[in-house]
């Protein structure tokens, strides 16, 4: 049986916190092998958003320190980072309804980030969709 949605954010967010935490120590990856690990088939969802914030990282990372007030993504936590990169891809690139990206950015910062974290993520997706 294949996974939802949400299972496939929370799968997301850990190969992008993957991907943070190599970049940072500078051991060379392969994102499909990354994908493969965390992942027992394949999924084009998976992959747009994946290779999405990736390919997108500077300008989602600038969009996200223009909406926060006194901090810069890079100040949170990884996977509170990866988490707003991905809700901030999928609603700048892709159709999911707004309310739905919310709701799982919050839903997966509960689990994996603190309070704070929460609602700096919380703030900025609010400010993007209000453009």
Known sequence: MGKTRSE???????????IDIFEER?????V????????DISNEFV???VYGVITYKTELD??????????TIDRIDKSGAAILRMALYE??????PEIVVINE??????????ESVRKIIN????????G
């Open 8 to 18: 496939l954010r929370e799968k997301i967010m850990v190969i992008l916190y993957q």
């Open 123 to 130: 703030a900025v997706l609010d400010k993007y969709i209000k």
């Open 62 to 71: 600038n969009l996200a320190n223009t909406l926060m007030k006194d901090w």
């Open 91 to 96: 609603l700048k690139y892709m159709d999911t």
């Open 26 to 30: 500078k051991v060379p990856y392969e």
């Open 105 to 114: 950015a919050i839903e997966l910062s509960k689990k994996y980030s603190d």
């Open 47 to 49: 992959k747009d958003i």
């Open 32 to 39: 499909d092998e990354i994908i493969k690990e965390n992942l």
